[in-house]
């Protein structure tokens, strides 16, 4: 009997022993894999740019920064301009703990969003005498109408791989080193 247990020990030993390492990696399955996008808070628009009612000036969760004067709050906390003007951050200096409020100044903004009309002009072969009056037309782009003179004379080319540019040299223009000058040096040399 006790022959027969230590057999059937050994043999389960036998079968729970590992031989090695697994060569592929188990599989499992995980969790919290899953994740939202970004909601894009914070400040949309800063101390000092202009605003129009209902633009959003900032986007939080909570009260980072508290509605002043002449804003509104939504109810995920959003923070609206109620009128046309300026931003301004302030600090309360009566608290302990730094607490800024967002207010709109009002102000009558400037048209930034369209050009001004150009002047009305009237077309010179239908209206002749009201076409007089017209303005000038605009040319942003002026052609220089000067024509440059072609160089007839010319002495001397400087010669480069691409293209062949013509230099003016001076008539009375006489080099250092000429031919005859440089094979009397040569000959005095090899003497």
């Not at 894009?40 to 628009?45: H, I």
Request: glycine share 6%; proline share 8%.
């Amino acid at each position: 009997m006790i022959k027969a247990f230590a057999q059937n020990y050994f043999k389960s030993l036998q079968e729970s022993i590992c031989y090695g390492f697994a060569t592929k990696m188990q599989a499992s399955s995980t969790q919290k894999t899953k994740d939202s996008a970004g909601r894009r808070l914070g400040v949309k628009k800063f101390g000092g740019e202009e605003v129009f009612p209902n633009d959003i000036l900032i986007r939080q969760r909570g009260f980072r920064w508290k509605p002043g004067q002449n804003t509104s709050v939504g109810k995920d906390h959003t923070i609206h301009s109620k009128v046309e003007g300026i931003v301004h951050f302030r600090r309360d200096p009566y608290k302990f703990k730094k607490i800024f409020y967002v207010d709109v100044i009002p102000r009558e903004n400037p048209n930034r969003t369209h050009y001004p009309p150009p002047p009305y002009s009237y077309h010179p072969e239908l209206f002749p005498e009201l076409a007089k009056n017209n303005p000038e037309p605009l040319v942003l782009l002026k052609k220089s109408e000067e024509k440059v003179e072609v160089q007839i004379k010319l002495e001397g080319y400087k010669i480069s791989t691409k293209q062949y540019k013509p230099i003016e040299i001076p008539i009375d223009y006489k080099p250092e080193f000429s031919l005859s000058t440089l094979q009397k040096q040569l000959s005095i040399n090899k003497q």
